[in-house]
């Protein structure tokens, strides 16, 4: 199932970027799952970091984003977005779209192949 992140780059401390996921194949909709953001620094695991109800009614977020970073979806264009504001250089890492998620502790059955952040002055 082909998930396709884009929008990852350099940013200084402070700033934001708008993180997209895109469902590339018609048939691979995404509006039936929950989808989520998780990250992975270098020499560290893959950590949660939001996820979204089929609907957009339901969100949850890791504490260390809560306040800054936003998940939202757009169904029609099979897409997902990841708002971050207020960057930490902590923040860095390759960001990585799931879909189908749930479970504690959260996991994903489908993953994109991820999106370098970098938070550096």
């Known amino acids: 199932v082909p998930l396709v992140e884009s929008g990852g780059g350099l940013v200084q401390p402070g700033g934001s970027l708008r993180l997209s996921c895109v469902a590339s194949?018609?048939?691979?909709?995404?509006?039936?799952?929950?989808m989520g953001w998780f990250r992975q620094a270098p020499g560290k695991e893959r950590e949660f970091v939001a996820f979204?109800?089929?609907?957009?009614?339901?969100?949850n977020y890791a504490d260390s984003v809560k306040g800054r970073f936003i998940i939202s979806r757009d169904n029609a264009k099979n897409t997902v977005y990841l708002q971050m504001n207020s960057l930490k250089s902590e923040d860095t890492a390759v960001y990585y779209c799931?879909?189908?998620?749930?479970?504690?502790?959260?996991?994903?059955?489908?993953w994109g192949q991820g999106t370098q952040v970098t938070v550096s002055s």
């Open positions: 799931g879909k189908n998620c749930g479970g504690d502790p959260v996991s994903c059955s489908y």
């Open positions: 979204i109800t089929y609907s957009g009614g339901r969100t």
């Open positions: 194949v018609r048939s691979s909709s995404i509006s039936l799952y929950t």
